[in-house]
């Protein structure tokens, strides 16, 4: 597995998990 891929599509996961919250109204 290429690790930039790897890397690149943990980061973006992460922040979509952090930013999940904020963008969506229902406060889970």
Do not use: E, Y
């Amino acid at each position: 597995m290429d690790r930039r891929s790897f890397i690149k599509k943990t980061s973006i996961t992460t922040a979509g998990v952090i930013a999940a919250p904020f963008i969506l109204p229902s406060g889970r």
